[in-house]
């Protein structure tokens, strides 16, 4: 069948105005149920870098091999998304999104005990293969629960808020926690977390999943783990690395050839983990564009001024948090006014807009200089670029996943996922590394942000060219 997104209800999707969507009690509890998920994994991504030091002393860990006790997370949280949106879509999204967090509760648990690096980082791994299946899941059934509309722009609204505040909230309470307890009450915070969402869960989620449960594509389930987690290992270990090691050029190659092989074979499949043509839609292909570019960029940017915050003003490591929970305060406000915001303009010219804003907000970034003053500009800056991003997480979302039939929603949702964790992965070892090898840091600053600036602004048009027209083409997507 084919589908048509302009002819949607008034949602976000059309730009037609919204009501104010009420939630009745069981919707609030589902949507606490499933954002609380969503926020305990975006914690996870960021409460434990300031631990590092700690964790490294206190379980003999090397200065090199600290790395992996994000890479361990990072590479089963990436590589498995896809299948494991597409396994929740056929076997059941409830099932395997209680699953998730039953691991991810005792996979946390392990990390608080460790009592060696290999027990640490066997629970990392177990966390991040834990997230991956919690992530595309609840997304799904996020938008399943919701129907397409006023409903699901807000709870979106609602999901991207708290994801954006995680990560926040992590930077702050890793530091204050590991002054406090240690680094283990870090791991602690995600176990307790899991054991109050698991219990709600099971009475409050509907079980969903395709009506005819096809055969589940193994040749392309394999090629495109393999491929994502020897991209996301090469990206990773570049980061601390540089891109000249053997291991890394390597997985480059190899990630790529996979992924080339993966499209091959989803193209001659009677049953694809990823249907081609949704990848065709505009909306599709240009969201998840705009996704990438905001993810990726935004983590360059906050890299880059942590160093410069802490290394050129001198700042301490708690007068860093601070500027960043400025920046998480006003990500919150953005989230109360996406959907409205939405809801006046569309998904599609509210991601252009926040791409723009984001891009000439970082821009102002070049004024920084080794004056103090410059806290102020840096904390304006990079907390007005945070609410322009956080308003195109929203609408990136919202564009890839309309139109897209509830059979549909876990792959759709997978896209976006993995779009997430690929930009989160790419923006420091691409541009970052700039900041870290160059003689002068400020300079070194500078060139990185002039460059971020740049590749939003241009992917804010490009994207805005991509949609400028009112028709989508429909697409069926049941056919090759």
């Known amino acids: 069948m084919a589908i048509d997104t302009t002819t949607t209800p008034p949602s976000a999707s059309t730009g037609e105005p919204l009501g104010n969507p009420r939630l009745s009690t069981r919707d609030k509890l589902v949507l606490f149920v499933?954002?609380?998920?969503?926020?305990?994994?975006?914690?996870?991504?960021?409460?434990?870098?300031?631990?590092?030091?700690?964790?490294?002393?206190?379980?003999?860990m090397s200065q090199s091999a600290l790395q992996w006790a994000v890479t361990a997370f990072a590479l089963p949280s990436g590589g498995f998304l896809l299948l494991f949106g597409r396994i929740g879509d056929l076997y059941g999204r409830r099932r395997l999104f209680l699953t998730g967090l039953a691991l991810f509760g005792?996979?946390?648990?392990?990390?608080?005990?460790?009592?060696?690096?290999?027990?640490?980082?066997?629970?990392?791994?177990?966390?991040?293969?834990?997230?991956?299946?919690?992530?595309p899941t609840g997304m799904s059934?996020?938008?399943?629960?919701?129907?397409?509309?006023?409903?699901?722009?807000?709870?979106?609204?609602?999901?991207?808020?708290?994801?954006?505040?995680?990560?926040?909230?992590?930077?702050?309470?890793?530091?204050?926690?590991?002054?406090?307890?240690?680094?283990?009450?870090?791991?602690?915070?995600?176990?307790?977390?899991?054991?109050?969402?698991?219990?709600?869960?099971?009475?409050?989620?509907?079980?969903?999943?395709?009506?005819?449960?096809?055969?589940?594509?193994?040749?392309?389930a394999v090629t495109v783990t393999a491929g994502l987690l020897s991209l996301i290992y090469a990206l990773s270990t570049a980061a601390d690395h540089g891109f000249g090691r053997a291991d890394v050029i390597a997985a480059l190659v190899a990630g790529l050839l996979l992924l080339t092989a993966f499209t091959v074979i989803e193209s001659r499949s009677a049953a694809p983990l990823v249907s081609l043509p949704m990848l065709r839609r505009r909306t599709v292909a240009w969201g998840n564009l705009g996704g990438l570019v905001t993810f990726s960029m935004m983590s360059t940017v906050i890299f880059v001024l942590t160093l410069y915050l802490q290394e050129i003003l001198r700042l301490s490591a708690f007068e860093t948090g601070l500027v960043f929970g400025v920046q998480g305060i006003l990500s919150a406000v953005a989230g109360t006014l996406a959907a409205k915001v939405i809801g006046r303009f569309g998904a599609r010219r509210t991601l252009v807009g926040s791409l723009a804003g984001q891009g000439a907000l970082?821009?102002?970034?070049?004024?920084?200089?080794?004056?103090?003053?410059?806290?102020?500009?840096?904390?304006?800056?990079?907390?007005?670029?945070?609410?322009?991003?956080?308003?195109?997480i929203i609408s990136y979302g919202l564009t890839v996943t309309s139109g897209v039939p509830d059979e549909e929603q876990g792959l759709a949702t997978g896209l976006v996922t993995s779009t997430q964790q690929v930009g989160l992965t790419v923006g420091i070892p691409l541009l970052g590394v700039l900041?870290?090898?160059?003689?002068?840091?400020?300079?070194?600053?500078?060139?990185?942000?002039?460059?971020?600036?740049?590749?939003?602004?241009?992917?804010?048009?490009?994207?805005?060219?991509?949609?400028?027209?009112?028709?989508?083409?429909?697409?069926?997507l049941g056919t090759r």
Do not use: K, Y
């Open 34 to 60: 499933l954002c609380a998920a969503q926020f305990m994994v975006a914690l996870d991504f960021s409460v434990l870098n300031v631990a590092l030091p700690d964790l490294g002393r206190d379980l003999g």
């Open 106 to 135: 005792a996979a946390s648990l392990l990390a608080t005990l460790a009592w060696d690096p290999a027990s640490f980082l066997a629970g990392r791994a177990l966390q991040g293969l834990a997230a991956a299946a919690i992530v």
């Open 141 to 220: 059934l996020l938008t399943t629960t919701f129907p397409e509309g006023p409903a699901r722009d807000r709870a979106l609204g609602i999901s991207g808020t708290l994801l954006s505040l995680g990560f926040t909230v992590g930077m702050i309470a890793g530091g204050v926690l590991t002054d406090t307890l240690g680094w283990r009450s870090t791991m602690a915070l995600l176990t307790v977390f899991a054991v109050i969402v698991l219990p709600l869960a099971p009475g409050l989620l509907p079980e969903s999943r395709t009506p005819d449960r096809p055969r589940l594509d193994v040749p392309g």
């Open 362 to 392: 970082v821009a102002t970034l070049l004024l920084l200089n080794a004056h103090t003053w410059s806290v102020w500009l840096a904390t304006a800056a990079v907390s007005l670029a945070s609410m322009c991003h956080l308003g195109a």
């Open 435 to 476: 900041a870290t090898t160059s003689g002068d840091l400020l300079s070194g600053a500078h060139t990185v942000l002039a460059l971020d600036a740049a590749i939003v602004l241009a992917a804010a048009v490009l994207i805005g060219l991509g949609l400028r027209s009112r028709t989508v083409e429909p697409q069926p």
